[in-house]
């Protein structure tokens, strides 16, 4: 388990916990499981007590977790016959995306999202989840065709941002990001998304333009990261904190805002503690988002998705 720098106290209860369970494997003391069940406890209480109310900043750190599920575990997990599309028929692959054709719950589906990695080396592979204008052209790409063959598509959205190098903006990245995002909005079919980590900037909003967009309760969205928001405002990065708290990034502020539909329950501790939970949950929002918008007609999503985004801001928190 990879701790948090707020969970240090944890980190040492659970610690001791382990090390006294050590010793009794190793015949060493009778009583040491009594002793050890007494820190869990002391431990689970502390757990419940660090998550009961997570500061904006601290829901930034849990939603970068290295040990969260990643876009290629909720695949495997929650979707059959997986065949990943590679390409965006104009430069290459791009490795931070992930998509292709999948069934969920046996119903054909276009799945995309991205994909950050989980050690070093598929980390770099995947550009740490940082997109390139072939990754978004790959996306419009796969969209067009779900629409062609009236698929819906489910995207799953984790990343700091687009990748920001100098090939990227030669090769157009903010016009690939729009165009993506256009794409969203202009397609006739069912289109769900869930934010399963982070949502930063245009890299995030060119895959969650969605008739439904959930997120997991200690995942982030916003529009620049709050250090990039500190260096900005204040030029200084260790403002981080307040500047967590102004962006309003939360799952729970947002869905005040208007800007999600759903909160998707992790389980106590984040979904790094439990993986398959949290991924199930997953699963149960998208088949229940899907249910909500699978009966509408092309015209009719396509209408109430424009009205959704024209909409959006007119709700404050307030409100």
Known sequence: MTYLEFEKPLSDLEGKAEEL????????GVDLEKEAAALDRKAADMLRDLYKSLDPWRKT???????RPHCKDYIEALFTEWTPLAGDRTFGDDHAVMGGLARFRDQPVVVIGHEKGNDTKSRIHRNFGMARPEGYRKAIRLMDMADRFRLPVVTLVDTPGAYPGKGAEERGQSEAIARSTEKCLQIGVPLVSVIIGEGGSGGAVAFATADRLAMLEHSIYSVISPEGCASILWKDADKMREAAEA???????LK??????AIIPEPLGGAQRAPGDAISEVGR??????????ALKPAELIRARRQKYLNMGSRGLAA
């Open 256 to 261: 005040k805002l208007g800007v999600i539909d």
């Open 247 to 253: 962006l309003k990034l939360t799952a729970q502020d």
């Open 21 to 28: 369970r050590a010793l009794a494997r190793k015949g060493e």
């Open 285 to 294: 929002e998208i088949g229940k988002l899907l249910d909500e918008v699978k």
């Open 61 to 67: 750190l849990v939603a970068r977790h290295p040990d």
